[in-house]
């Protein structure tokens, strides 16, 4: 069973701002397109920003445009999701999910992604 590993989820004041974390142990990132998506307080899941490298194009929810970023490092196999300027409506559980296949795809749909984390925990105080 591959596990993504999430972190760096906590509580922050509105305007603030949070680097989550999210490592594929035992193998390389690079292979991966990778999502992030997060769940609010009795909401379902919801689609937050995607990217399969080396491609340039990066896909992000209309909620989180000009305030998150994803990322990646790979000479430290992790993928980043910086997020700036919070607010109380993007606290949620935050997931990293990975898709290991090839071919087109939609970058928003959660069925498109083969491997998720367990998640981290985003509070935003207003």
């Known amino acids: 069973q591959v596990q993504l590993v999430e972190s760096g989820g906590g509580l922050v004041q509105a305007g603030g701002s949070l680097t989550l974390s999210c490592v594929l142990p035992?193998?390389?990132?690079?292979?991966?397109?990778m999502g992030w998506f997060r769940q609010g307080p009795g909401k379902e899941r919801e689609f937050v920003a995607a990217?399969?490298?080396?491609?340039?194009?990066?896909y992000y929810a209309d909620s989180v445009k000009g305030r998150f970023t994803i990322s990646r490092d790979s000479a430290k196999n992790t993928v980043y999701l910086q997020m700036n300027s919070l607010k109380p409506e993007d606290t949620a559980v935050y997931y990293c999910a990975a898709r290991s296949r090839a071919g087109s795809y939609n970058p928003r749909g959660e069925y498109e992604y083969d491997y998720w984390g367990q998640g981290t925990q985003v509070t935003v105080s207003s």
């Open positions: 035992g193998r390389t990132l690079g292979n991966y397109a």
């Open positions: 990217k399969r490298w080396p491609a340039t194009v990066t």
